[in-house]
């Protein structure tokens, strides 16, 4: 089992900020450190100092961190043209001695597309699996040859495919709950995939379908890494809980239930056994809030040494 901490940058948080957020999750022991990749912030608040992008910070991350995972959840297709982020994840991977893993979805938030100019197509799908092929196919090209691929979408002619990652092959997450694209891209091309958001019927309906769609690809089941992320609000008690909710503009009441990781040690303990049951291989806990490093203390130190592991 691998436990990851998830941050949303894009509500407001500087770099130094996630700097100190990724080293404390880092020395606590948790196996990684993943952000978002937007550049708009939702719902209430500024967003101040203003958006972060995602690859520059991972690759700051890669010389500020030693043992961390550092990835994405997710990068959006739209936002870079494969062949230049195939370049971009390699050389956070070599900057940070093969640690880098790479989340790649369809993209969904279109107010932040026209706020910044970013061409945001009715139908994302074909252009995610192009990328999926673009990136991996750039990668897996031996040193001395050269990689080309003719799409709809996107055209290459003997790229030279470098430089190469330092990992034999960098981890590529893809999730999402479409029932029959998203499993069908994850079993052709990931190393994981990822369901979030959903209560536990939901997460154990896509595991199920993404694994079948797997074994309809010939792909072998096991070797794809099957994980959850979701939102997550720690404290001892729930006098601690409704002000850390208050916090990242939530009601305590309203944020427990079927979905969420919410509760003291004990409480999340079991939630987190129960998704194990499911299948989970690897755990994202969403943390709104990157200045409340207490509450990345009591989840490093109160919780994260009696999970499974």
Request: hydrophobic share 40%; charged share 20%; with cysteine.
């Amino acid at each position: 089992m691998e436990y990851c901490v998830f941050t949303e940058p894009q509500q407001g948080a500087s770099y130094d900020t996630q700097r100190v957020f990724a080293q404390t999750a880092e020395r606590l022991g948790f196996h990684g450190f993943f952000r978002s990749d937007h550049y708009l912030a939702m719902g209430e608040g500024d967003g101040l100092p203003g958006p972060t992008d995602a690859w520059t910070t991972l690759a700051g991350l890669a010389r500020e961190t030693e043992r961390i995972r550092l990835g994405t959840l997710v990068s959006s297709a739209t936002f870079r043209h494969p062949g230049i982020l195939a370049i971009q994840v390699a050389q956070v991977d070599e900057m940070s001695g093969g640690r880098a893993e790479l989340g790649l979805g369809t993209g969904w938030f279109e107010a932040e597309h026209r706020a910044y100019g970013i061409p945001f197509p009715a139908r994302r799908f074909d252009l995610l699996e192009e990328q999926l092929q673009v990136v991996t196919g750039l990668w897996a090209t031996p040193v001395g040859s050269t990689f080309s691929f003719h799409g709809a979408h996107y055209d290459l002619t003997d790229a030279p495919a470098l430089p190469k990652p330092t990992q034999p092959r960098i981890p590529v997450i893809v999730g999402g709950g479409g029932p029959r694209r998203t499993p069908a891209l994850a079993a052709a091309h990931a190393a994981e995939f990822n369901i979030g958001f959903q209560p536990e019927a939901v997460i154990a309906d896509k595991f199920a379908g993404v694994l079948a769609a797997a074994e309809r690809a010939g792909r072998d089941p096991e070797t794809l890494k099957l994980s959850v992320a979701l939102p997550t609000l720690a404290a001892p008690n729930d006098v601690e809980l409704a002000g850390r909710a208050r916090a990242i503009g939530q009601d305590l009441s309203s944020f427990r239930g079927e979905t969420n990781i919410c509760g003291s040690a004990p409480e999340i303990i079991e939630k987190v056994a129960r998704l194990v049951e499911l299948g989970a291989e690897r755990v994202y806990f969403q943390l709104m809030d990157m200045t409340d490093l207490d509450q990345l203390a009591y989840l490093g130190e109160e919780v994260l040494p009696h999970l499974p592991a």
